[in-house]
């Protein structure tokens, strides 16, 4: 059994050959036939210099994928999934947030119980904010109930499956790549397993709490069209609503003469039907837009260079 590890970095120069050396000490004795591909995402540090250090002072088979400026770890978990040639794939960051011990047990699990296909990491606690974790919470319900996808609260791309479930997620070659709808889109068995992740080692995290409501809104829209259909509901009984009170208008009218009171309702209600149909327009314009960039048929991401440390054959 090989196992490939796949790890998308992005200015991780200080994180690079820690994480290298965590993975050789945990494997020791345990897991002999291994391969890197890193993925370097267009970093604007020492990192492709970091890896190539490493590549080249190693017997272990290294791939480096060199991205021509960033696209994402989306984009670099793809073009590493294109390189590897394991029968097992593990996604793990470069930053040691996600114990390389881990990955063992992972092997070991999927070695054992040949009925799943995938063991993906999931933290049961989360070391952040009560309203970041509010907010989380809040958006696992919404997807879940939207999509026909299932979305797994806490489950992280830190994972390793067998090769059959890495060519259904290479089949998908969609431009806007939401993993975590990805990996459940596809199916195969997933076993979670529980893990705590540590501190970033160095370097700071990119996901700002705007960062994370884009996310939210790419996921949305990746997996489900239901806001597409809120919209139209909402217009239909917007006007429903508004059918009842020209009724009750009228009749307050006629048979008790009373006279509407106008300026404050209308102000109201411009604003909020002004403020409905802007959301409706925006609803609108997230599926358009993402449907014009996929119309495009951009590659997902541009290589400059893939180097290996592998002895190539005659
Ligand atoms: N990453 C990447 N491209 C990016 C952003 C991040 O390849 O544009 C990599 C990063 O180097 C790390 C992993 O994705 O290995 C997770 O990133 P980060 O630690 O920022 O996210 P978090 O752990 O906070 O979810
Ligand atoms: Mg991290």
Same mark, same amino acid.
């Given at each position: 059994?090989?196992?490939?590890?796949?790890?998308?970095?992005?200015?991780?120069?200080?994180?690079?050959?820690?994480?290298?050396? %965590?993975?050789?000490? #945990?494997?020791?004795?345990?897991?002999?036939?291994?391969?890197?591909?890193?993925?370097?995402?267009?970093?604007?540090?020492?990192?492709?210099?970091?890896?190539?250090?490493?590549?080249?002072?190693?017997?272990?088979?290294?791939?480096?994928?060199?991205?021509?400026?960033?696209?994402? %770890?989306?984009? @670099?978990?793809?073009?590493?999934? %294109?390189?590897?040639?394991?029968?097992?794939?593990?996604?793990?960051? *470069?930053?040691?947030?996600?114990?390389?011990?881990?990955?063992?047990?992972?092997?070991?699990?999927?070695?054992?119980?040949?009925?799943?296909?995938?063991? *993906?990491?999931?933290?049961? #606690?989360?070391?952040?904010?009560?309203?970041?974790?509010?907010?989380?919470?809040?958006?696992?319900?919404?997807?879940?109930?939207?999509?026909?996808?299932?979305?797994?609260?806490?489950?992280?791309?830190?994972?390793?499956?067998?090769?059959?479930?890495?060519?259904?997620?290479?089949?998908?070659?969609?431009?806007?790549?939401?993993? %975590?709808?990805?990996?459940? =889109?596809?199916?195969?068995?997933?076993?979670?397993?529980?893990?705590?992740?540590?501190?970033?080692?160095?370097?700071?995290?990119?996901?700002?709490? =705007?960062?994370?409501?884009?996310? *939210?809104?790419?996921?949305?829209? @990746?997996?489900?069209?239901?806001?597409?259909?809120?919209?139209?509901?909402?217009?239909?009984?917007?006007?429903?609503?508004?059918?009842?009170?020209?009724?009750?208008?009228?009749?307050?009218?006629?048979?008790?003469?009373?006279?509407?009171?106008?300026? *404050?309702?209308?102000?109201?209600?411009?604003?909020?039907?002004?403020?409905?149909?802007?959301? @409706?327009?925006?609803?609108?314009?997230?599926?358009?837009?993402?449907?014009?960039?996929?119309?495009?048929?951009?590659?997902?991401?541009?290589?400059?260079?893939?180097?290996?440390?592998?002895?190539?054959?005659?």
């Amino acid at each position: 059994m090989k196992l490939s590890l796949v790890v998308p970095c992005y200015n991780e120069a200080g994180n690079v050959r820690p994480l290298f050396d %965590k993975v050789n000490e #945990e494997f020791e004795n345990k897991i002999s036939d291994y391969e890197f591909i890193f993925v370097n995402d267009g970093s604007k540090d020492e990192t492709m210099s970091e890896l190539e250090r490493i590549s080249s002072s190693t017997d272990i088979p290294v791939t480096i994928v060199n991205f021509s400026r960033n696209f994402g %770890k989306e984009a @670099a978990i793809f073009a590493g999934l %294109k390189e590897v040639s394991g029968d097992m794939i593990t996604l793990i960051d *470069a930053d040691l947030q996600q114990d390389p011990a881990y990955v063992v047990k992972m092997v070991e699990y999927l070695d054992e119980n040949p009925e799943y296909d995938c063991v *993906a990491a999931y933290q049961e #606690e989360r070391h952040e904010g009560a309203f970041i974790r509010f907010c989380k919470r809040r958006f696992y319900h919404l997807i879940n109930k939207m999509s026909d996808t299932e979305f797994v609260d806490g489950a992280s791309d830190f994972r390793t499956f067998r090769a059959n479930m890495k060519n259904a997620i290479l089949e998908m070659s969609e431009y806007h790549r939401f993993s %975590k709808g990805i990996f459940s =889109w596809v199916g195969f068995n997933t076993y979670y397993m529980p893990y705590d992740a540590d501190a970033r080692l160095s370097g700071a995290s990119k996901w700002s709490f =705007w960062e994370l409501c884009k996310y *939210a809104i790419d996921g949305i829209v @990746a997996f489900t069209t239901v806001p597409l259909k809120i919209s139209t509901y909402t217009g239909f009984f917007t006007a429903l609503a508004a059918l009842i009170y020209i009724i009750v208008v009228i009749i307050e009218k006629l048979a008790f003469g009373i006279a509407v009171p106008g300026y *404050a309702t209308i102000v109201v209600l411009i604003l909020f039907l002004g403020g409905l149909q802007l959301l @409706a327009l925006g609803i609108n314009g997230e599926y358009l837009s993402k449907t014009y960039i996929q119309s495009k048929h951009r590659p997902i991401y541009i290589t400059k260079e893939v180097k290996s440390n592998a002895k190539k054959d005659a």
